[in-house]
């Protein structure tokens, strides 16, 4: 059973940083793209940053570029997202998807965004 766990979020001031780990399970780890995506209220889901396991590509939104990092540890079966200079306007619920076997790239998966398995939600608040 694939099973994508998210973690890490929380409260935090504007300008702030917070990491989070979405701990995946139930596939093989070296044939996957994974993302974060994050839904504001009242606004739709939106990607975030994708990682493509084929060659390490990434793909970010462009209100994240230059803020926020995604990489892998595959070793840990585990995917990051380092989010520094945080803003208010990044408060959301942040879900970590998985594609696999993979199919696609980092790209892809972020601006069409197939996804074969969603993880649970992570509250990240970013107070002014």
């Known amino acids: 059973e694939v099973q994508l766990q998210a973690s890490g979020g929380g409260l935090v001031q504007a300008g702030g940083s917070l990491r989070l780990s979405c701990a995946a399970s139930g596939f093989t780890f070296d044939d996957y793209v994974i993302g974060w995506f994050r839904q504001a209220p009242g606004k739709e889901r939106e990607a975030v940053s994708c990682?493509?396991?084929?060659?390490?590509?990434?793909y970010y939104a462009d209100s994240v570029k230059g803020r926020f990092t995604i990489s892998s540890d595959n070793a840990k079966n585990t995917v990051y997202l380092q989010m520094n200079s945080l803003k208010p306007e990044d408060t959301a619920v942040y879900y970590c998807?998985?594609?696999?076997?993979?199919?696609?790239?980092?790209?892809?998966?972020?601006?069409?965004?197939?996804?074969?398995?969603w993880g649970q939600g992570t509250q990240v608040t970013v107070s002014s």
């Open positions: 998807a998985l594609e696999s076997p993979r199919r696609t790239n980092a790209q892809n998966m972020c601006e069409v965004g197939v996804i074969d398995y």
């Open positions: 990682i493509s396991s084929s060659d390490g590509s990434t």
